[in-house]
């Protein structure tokens, strides 16, 4: 098989996706702007994407990294052999384009804007493209939402419970979005635009909970309310948007992505290994989906 250029291979969902791709007999090129371990089946690319990369002959290309620097970086690289492009954005296209931050509102913006560009670049080069939205991303210590609270828990054995946070979340494993991605070198998602949200919908409070009785050691509830954490926000003038949401369903309707790539992820039942970062597991000696490994 032509091997496969992988970009964000070191990031939160890079580890999984090697890992699946090498399993499923691939070789890989991977960017990373660090100098890597070697690892069988795929050759380290050093670099970052500006006008100093110049990609290899690949007929396939998987984006894990920021999409508004892969799209800058691909609408003005000579790509000739490419064939098909799958790229990961994020719900917060949508989730965030009301948000009363005006940085998320902006990052919306950004995301949907590089999403059209991707999918007009590519339609004007023949190129096949599939763009992935994931919802909340857990299971590799790198995401800016549950890790840090579980992290601040082991440091303090406090556990925030936050009363009347009754919006629904739909966390999703890393491991599951790699699965996805693999899933979308097909042609069956080609030319589209797919949700990917967890196995399963819970409330915020809820899913905090979830995050507290998996941590492996006790810790002591430390109740708030929502109109306390409005008081501060306004006070601070940072985290409005964030306290904004805990009363808003942030899903994915999976049906698309279930139809066309026959993508099945895992409940929410995270363990200690979620917050840490690490290697990414071999997905053969992954327990079943509903196992609680990893958002």
Not at 65 to 70: A, E, N, S
Not at 156 to 173: D, K
Request: net charge positive; with cysteine; proline share 6%.
């Amino acid at each position: 098989m032509p091997p496969i250029l992988v970009i964000g291979a070191s990031g939160a969902v890079g580890g999984f996706l090697l890992t699946r791709l090498r399993a499923a007999g691939h070789e890989l090129l991977a960017l990373s702007r660090t100098a890597r371990a070697p690892l069988d089946g795929v050759q380290w690319l050093r670099g970052g994407l500006d006008d100093a990369f110049v990609a290899p002959a690949v007929e396939s290309v998987i984006c894990v990294g920021p999409l508004d620097q892969f799209v800058a970086w691909f609408e003005r690289a000579p790509m000739r052999s490419l064939r098909r492009v799958v790229a990961l954005s994020s719900m917060s296209a949508d989730s965030k384009r009301e948000s009363l931050d005006a940085a998320e509102r902006e990052l919306a913006q950004r995301l949907a804007a590089s999403e059209q560009r991707l999918a007009r670049h590519c339609e004007a080069s023949g190129i096949a493209w599939t763009v992935l939205r994931p919802t909340l991303i857990y299971g590799a210590g790198a995401d800016r939402s549950l890790t840090p609270i579980a992290r601040w828990s082991q440091r303090t054995r406090l556990f925030p419970r936050i009363a009347g946070a009754t919006g629904l979340r739909q966390p999703v494993h890393a491991d599951d979005v790699a699965a996805a991605c693999v899933a979308a070198l097909t042609d069956a998602a080609s030319g589209r635009v797919l949700p990917l949200g967890g196995g399963e919908r819970l409330s915020y409070a809820a899913m905090l909970e979830r995050v507290r009785a998996g941590l492996g050691f006790a810790t002591v509830p430390l109740p708030l309310r929502i109109n306390l954490l409005r008081f501060v926000t306004r006070i601070t003038g940072r985290g409005g948007g964030m306290v904004q949401r805990l009363t808003h369903d942030l899903v994915a309707d999976n049906a698309a992505a279930h139809a066309l790539l026959g993508w099945s992820p895992r409940v929410f039942n995270p363990g200690p290994e979620c917050w840490q970062t690490a290697a990414a597991p071999d997905p053969a000696a992954r327990a079943d989906a509903s196992a609680p490994t990893t958002k």
